[in-house]
Structures are given as structure tokens and as C-alpha cells.
């Protein structure tokens, strides 16, 4: 809960803040949107792709248990780092909670499966009180530190988001005799085989990151000519060729039977659906915090609720509607009519895509000095909640049921590239506000994802069949 908290309060400002005039009260940092989009799009990007080498240090050198508090620690030391009004200190923030959050957010699901051995029903009861801390940081995330930032100072609001994280590790400390062994460390080697391991994994990291220091330096004098939103697009293109590869190789290569060949083919198509939806997804940090901070009506009286908070719609939707869903699919089940995984892929593309027409419309009938009502955004982000619902918790399981045995964690890791893709491309597209109308970027991200969507639903009664007896 904690954890979410500080990730959703800053993450509710970070474009916002990038894009306020240095000239203000509450001054940001006065740059433009497609170069502080495609920041959001890295820092969002990174956020995910490293939840790979996180689940890869717990399971080889530390266990969960050390990998979640470890990354609490930077991440909060990377929100304090924030709030020191510095540029140099604001991005080392950034670098610090990517970090931070690798390490914890693929570690803490194992961690409370870990609690449930025995799996079944208490195990699914485990994971939905953590689904819902996880919604309930989300939602008091955007509110308070939305209030405190963007209404008063922004770095205050960074500070809020650490003092967040920072009581999320004393609970944890406090609470960490009822883990009885979760989380620890599990392979059965000698030390010297672990202390190897260590070894080569720290000097890569440290060869990576004098790589990323050395790029960034070299960008920021000029010798390097590529501005942020190229490289965030060179990133993104090299990140899909670098999966197709990977699952070409799997595919011919990796010595599956045809059945399992068939299945990994499926888990591709899902990935790219996963892509696109999360590319129009997760602009609610970007194209829609802007539209509701520039062409949206928030004044409620005497008082005007700062942009930031709305981005608590979507989760609050997420706790209301997430048992509504829950009892749809097993009713459906139960009278042998329940939506196919692929056909439910297709019906969340195409909810996201509806938000979008909405919000489409309301952008065409806004400006500045006539801006709407909050309505159009609240409808938008029921829409895509519902779209969410249909395809995020669906996508989870079906990776569990479509791969091999002896590819259950790298499908997994695949599902948080389609989520970092996603995140990266949300960024650039958002970007477009530079150059295109609201409504006009609005209204082709629609038609692209609701395309997709028609696809998807198209190609499902083939992509069923390659599914053998998953249901």
C-alpha cells in the first residue's frame, strides 16, 4: 500500500511538475511536453524492464524478503533526493525509485504467495486484501501529495510520497515475524557458488550503469546528437526486436513439443494486445494530466482541486468494479458462456478505445477559457477501468496457463515488457500534444486501439484453437 502510495503521488506529478514554467509561485522545471513526456515514458519504462534483473537478484543472492526492503530504501532515499529543489538531485530521484522499485515490485507478490503454500482459496483471499492495499495506496497516492505538491510546493510533494514509502519499512520491519519464512532465500548451493553469482551480477550492473552515465553525459554536451524523444524511440523499437527474437528463438529453438509451440505463439499475440493497450493506458500520467490540468473546469466553489488528484479515478473505479468482474466471470462460467482470454483482450482494447472517443468529444468542445467539466474525464476513466478489468488481471493468469513449465518466470517477464512498451510508447504519443490538437491525438489513438480491439476479437476463434484446453 505504502509502496503504491509513493509510486502514484509522484507519478500523478511528475509531467505536471516538468511542464510548469520556472516563472511561477510553485515554479517546475519549465520544460516542454514531448521532452517531459518522453522522460515520463523512460522513467515508466525502466520501471518495469527492471523488474526483470530484481526478480533474478532475489531469486540468486538475496531471497524476496531483502530485495523488498532494500528497494523501499532506495526508493524513498530517491523521493527525498527529489525533494531537494535541484534538476541534478530530481533525476537521481528518478534513477533511484527505477531502481528501488525493481527490486521490490516483482518480489512482493512472491511474498504473499509465499504465505499460502498450500494455494486454493486462502491463497486467492491472500492476493486480494494485497490487491487492495496496492488500490488503496493508489488512490490516497494522487490525493494527499497531489494537495500538498502541486497546491503548495512540488518537492513537498515528493517528500510526502518518501515519508509514505519510509512507514511502509517500519511496518514492514514491525510486521516481519508473521512472514514465518516467506520470502527467504531458497536455492539449495554452496556460498561460493552465490558469492559468484553476486560478484558477476554487480559488475555488470556497475558496467551498465557507467554505460547510462556515459550516454547521458555525452547527450547533455552536445556530442551525442539525439534528443530524448529519439532515444525513448530507438529504445522502444530495439525492445520489441529484441522479444520478437527472443520468442523466434524460443519457438524454433528452445525444444518445445507443438502443443507448447502453439502456446508460446498465443502468449506473443497477447503481448502485442498488452502493448497496445497499456501505449493508450498509461497516458493517464501524461496526455490526461494535461488535459485536465489545461482544459479542464476543477473549481468546485472557492476551492479548485489541483489536476493531480483526479488521477485517483482509476483506482478508485479498480476497488469498486474489481468484485463486480470477479462474479461476472465466474456467473458466466458457471452457465459455460465466459468470454475466451483472447475474446477478453479484445473487449478491453476496445474499452480503452471508447474512453478515448469520450474524451475525443470533450476535448473538441474545450479551451482554455471555456474548459469542461471533470464529467468527461470520470467517463473516460470508467471506460478504461472497465477496458483494464477485462484484460490486465486476465493477461496475469493466462501467462500462468499458456507457458511452458519451464518458462513460467521469463513469460512473466515478458508481461512486464508489454507493460514497459506500453509505458515507453504512452510517453512519445503523448508527446504529440506539441503538435496536434487534444481532440485531434485523442481521436487517433481511438481509432488505432479500437482497430486493434476489432482485430483482436477477429483473430480470437483461431488464436482459441492454438490454446489446445486452457481455458
Not at 131 to 159: D, K, Q, R, T
Not at 245 to 272: A, D, M, S
Not at 365 to 372: D, I, R, S, W, Y
Request: aromatic share 14%.
Amino acid at each position: 500500500m505504502w509502496e503504491r502510495f509513493s509510486y502514484y503521488g509522484m507519478r500523478a506529478l511528475l509531467v505536471l511538475f516538468m511542464t510548469t514554467a520556472t516563472t511561477e509561485a510553485n515554479p517546475g522545471l519549465g520544460y516542454d511536453i514531448g521532452m517531459a513526456t518522453a522522460i515520463y515514458g523512460l522513467y515508466t519504462f525502466f520501471v518495469y524492464v527492471l523488474s526483470l534483473p530484481g526478480g533474478w537478484v532475489a531469486d540468486n543472492i538475496w531471497g524476496q524478503k531483502k530485495a523488498v526492503f532494500v528497494g523501499g530504501v532506495i526508493i524513498a532515499a530517491g523521493h527525498f533526493s527529489m525533494a531537494i529543489p535541484f534538476t541534478s538531485t530530481f533525476f537521481l530521484g528518478l534513477v533511484l525509485i527505477v531502481i528501488g522499485t525493481g527490486l521490490l515490485k516483482p518480489n512482493v507478490s512472491t511474498i504473499v504467495g509465499d504465505l499460502y503454500p498450500e494455494g486454493g482459496a486462502r491463497r486467492d483471499a491472500g492476493f486480494s486484501i494485497f490487491y487492495m492495499g496496492i488500490n488503496i495506496g493508489a488512490v490516497a497516492g494522487p490525493f494527499f501529495c497531489g494537495l500538498l505538491g502541486e497546491g503548495y510546493n512540488w518537492h513537498w510533494g515528493f517528500s510526502l510520497a518518501g515519508i509514505g514509502m519510509v512507514l511502509g519499512l517500519i511496518q514492514y520491519r514491525l510486521g516481519e515475524k508473521y512472514l514465518a519464512g516467506a520470502g527467504e532465500y531458497k536455492l539449495d548451493d554452496d556460498p561460493a557458488a552465490r558469492a559468484r553469482r553476486s560478484r558477476h551480477f554487480y559488475t555488470i550492473a556497475s558496467v551498465l550503469a557507467a554505460v547510462v552515465v556515459v550516454i547521458g553525459f555525452l547527450m547533455s554536451s552536445g556530442a551525442f546528437p539525439l534528443t530524448l524523444e529519439e532515444l525513448a524511440g530507438s529504445l522502444g523499437v530495439l525492445a520489441v526486436l529484441i522479444t520478437i527474437g527472443f520468442f523466434v528463438y524460443i519457438i524454433f529453438f528452445g525444444g518445445h513439443t507443438p502443443l507448447e509451440k502453439k502456446r508460446l505463439g498465443v502468449i506473443f499475440w497477447l503481448f502485442l494486445l498488452a502493448a497496445l493497450f497499456w501505449s493508450g493506458f498509461e497516458q493517464a500520467g501524461s496526455s490526461l494530466n494535461l488535459f485536465a490540468r489545461d482544459l479542464t473546469d476543477r473549481t468546485f466553489g472557492s476551492l479548485e482541486i489541483p489536476a493531480s488528484t483526479l488521477q485517483l479515478i482509476n483506482p478508485f473505479f479498480i476497488i469498486v468494479f474489481a468484485p463486480v468482474f470477479g462474479w461476472l466471470w465466474t456467473w458466466l462460467a458457471r452457465r459455460n458462456a465466459n468470454p475466451s482470454i483472447p475474446v477478453k483482450f479484445g473487449l478491453g482494447l476496445l474499452g480503452l478505445s471508447a474512453g478515448f472517443f469520450v474524451l475525443s468529444w470533450g476535448a473538441a468542445n474545450a479551451t482554455v477559457e471555456n474548459p469542461v467539466t471533470p464529467a468527461w474525464l470520470v467517463v473516460t476513466y470508467f471506460l478504461h477501468t472497465v477496458g483494464e478489468l477485462c484484460l490486465s488481471p486476465v493477461g496475469l493468469s493466462s501467462m500462468t496457463k499458456l507457458a511452458p513449465k519451464n518458462r513460467v518466470g521469463q513469460m512473466m517477464g515478458i508481461w512486464f515488457v508489454a507493460a514497459a512498451l506500453g509505458n515507453l510508447f504512452a510517453g512519445l504519443v503523448a508527446g504529440r500534444l506539441e503538435t496536434l490538437a487534444p481532440s485531434s491525438l485523442f481521436w487517433t489513438v481511438a481509432l488505432i486501439v479500437g482497430g486493434g480491439g476489432l482485430v483482436a476479437l477477429l483473430m480470437a476463434p483461431p488464436i482459441k484453437k492454438l490454446m489446445g484446453n486452457v481455458e
